[in-house]
């Protein structure tokens, strides 16, 4: 399967540990984009990555969050101090290239909950 | 800020029937996409269109983008269970040609 793929699926942790997602692009794929999905809210936008470069992180919070890809291994998203606020799903998508027409394709997300 | 709205929020239909759904918004994108989540997985991307007034078919689905590239709809003839899932489209913002804006999403069931 050449798909993205996001590990682990599910996380949980307590309040003010650390939380590591993992995300491994599309074969191919040198963009990484991050997503985060709260319960009734619609996907919103974190961070775009290329190998290591951030392009753009307007969508992170300010604090306690931070995203990594580096040249070798997949990209990282690391949250520090978790607070039950972080609960949420956690999307990674890939792509070719960056911006149109390159389509985005999405891993199948890590359910972090935060106790 | 871009916002795309979705609607109907929730639909409910059985089998055979024929449903459009709506995705609207005040702001241009440069394209949009529409994708079906399932519960527990990611979204898996069904289609971009990219032009005014596109139209693009894929099976039984039906996919337009409005001529001023801020709305498209999503018509599915002859609706099967196996449809069933999280209908989401997402805009492709014109300054930054890589940002994705969701909708929050219609949710279709297919009765048997």
């Known amino acids: 399967n050449a798909g993205v793929m996001q590990n682990p699926r599910h996380l949980v942790r307590r309040r003010g540990q650390e939380a590591r997602l993992r995300c491994s692009p599309m074969?191919?794929?040198?963009?990484v984009y991050w997503y985060r999905q709260l319960p009734e809210e619609g996907l919103k936008f974190m961070v775009y990555?290329?190998?290591?470069?951030?392009?753009?992180e307007s969508g992170m919070p300010k604090e306690r969050f931070s995203a990594e890809f580096p040249k070798e291994g997949p990209s990282i998203l690391r949250i520090q101090q978790v607070v039950r606020g972080d609960s949420a799903a956690y999307f990674c998508?890939?792509?070719?290239?960056?911006?149109?027409?390159?389509?985005?394709?999405f891993g199948p997300g890590t359910r972090l909950t935060v106790t | 800020t871009q916002l795309l709205e979705q609607s109907p929020q929730f639909l409910s239909i059985q089998e055979g029937e024929n449903l459009t759904v709506y995705c609207n918004s005040s702001?241009?994108?440069?394209?949009l996409q529409w994708y079906r989540q399932e519960p527990g997985e990611g979204p898996v991307l069904l289609v971009t269109?990219?032009?005014?007034?596109e139209v693009k078919k894929l099976k039984r689905l039906t996919f337009q983008f409005g001529d001023a590239r801020k709305d498209s709809s999503l018509h599915i003839t002859a609706a099967q269970p196996g449809d069933t899932g999280l209908y989401l489209c997402?805009?492709?913002?014109?300054?930054?040609?890589?940002?994705?804006?969701f909708g929050k999403g219609t949710l279709l069931t297919v009765n048997p």
């Open positions: 998508a890939s792509s070719l290239g960056g911006g149109a027409p390159y389509e985005q394709y």
């Open positions: 074969k191919g794929h040198s963009h």
């Open positions: 990555l290329q190998k290591e470069n951030i392009i753009d």
């Open positions: 702001s241009v994108f440069s394209s």
């Open positions: 269109v990219v032009t005014g007034g």
């Open positions: 997402a805009g492709v913002d014109v300054g930054s040609n890589y940002k994705l804006t």
